[in-house]
């Protein structure tokens, strides 16, 4: 751990908004725009609803692996904050296309705070996953010729 610099310690604000433009072009627009998303005027197809079932998990592990691999240093917290951001402006963006008052009731900041949860914790691991395969693979370094 000694080897690894200073700034690999510290919170990396740079970081935090380039994985939340990597959620936003890579995880919230093809959830959205695809048929039957919030965005799409189309009807939900099979393809669809399998395709917004398995990225709405998997896209959050993915997108913060590849954040937490192609950063220098240590880049855990950063994708978690901008996922938590994302899930914040994914609230505000269906209270705005349904043009709904923002309620608060016991069971919508029950929902908010499982969402939250989920989120964090699959940003969390892909992280994590994106940080462990880059020590593995500077640990072999370049390959022979």
Known sequence: MSDMPSTSKKFQWKWVWIS????????????????????SSGPV???????IGVWSFAGLIIISAVAGYISK?????EPVVAAVGLVILSFVAVQIKFNAAMHFTAMGVLGLVVALAVVAGLSLAGAGFGELLQKVIQSKGPEPK
């Not at 197809?45 to 395709?51: G, I, Q, Y």
């Not at 240093?73 to 917290?77: A, N, P, R, W």
């Open 20 to 39: 939340l433009l990597m959620y936003v072009a890579f995880y919230f627009f093809p959830l959205t725009l695809v048929s039957g998303g919030m965005l």
């Open 73 to 77: 240093g240590v880049t855990i917290k």
């Open 45 to 51: 197809t099979k393809a669809s609803a399998v395709f």
